[in-house]
């Protein structure tokens, strides 16, 4: 079993930034990849981010590319994303997942299903 918590969203002008923090307990972190995925009103979830479990290879959703950057603490059991000149599209709810496969080529997946694990989310709203 693995516990997900997310912090950091809340509102904030377009051309803002955020970041968000999710913090894991219950296994052991960084044996696994993780997560962000996005979910507006009226919208199917979205990827947003993810991060191999060594933190060395990241992926991200056209949309937010040079714009968010995710990381992570192993230390702590967390990772991290970095949201800059967040845009009125960006709003929604924003949860963290781990996927509990582990990749011997230190891999992390992009779509929702390979993630068993998933935080309650945390709201970010971008106003124009």
Not at 55 to 68: I, L, P, W
Not at 82 to 90: G, H, I
Not at 107 to 115: E, F, L, V
Request: proline content about 2%.
């Amino acid at each position: 079993q693995v516990h997900l918590v997310e912090s950091g969203g809340g509102l904030v002008q377009a051309g803002g930034s955020l970041r968000l923090s999710c913090a894991a307990s219950g296994r052991t972190f960084s044996n696994y990849a993780m997560g962000w995925f996005r979910q507006a009103p009226g919208k199917e979830r979205e990827f947003v981010a993810a991060i191999s479990r060594s933190g060395r290879n990241t992926y991200y959703a056209d949309s937010v590319k040079d714009r968010f950057t995710i990381s992570r603490d192993n230390a702590k059991n967390t990772v991290y994303l970095q949201m800059n000149s967040l845009k009125p599209e960006d709003t929604a709810v924003y949860s963290c997942a781990v996927d509990m496969a582990f990749y011997t080529n230190d891999y992390a997946a992009n779509w929702a299903r390979a993630y068993e694990y998933w935080g309650q989310g945390t709201q970010v709203t971008v106003s124009s």
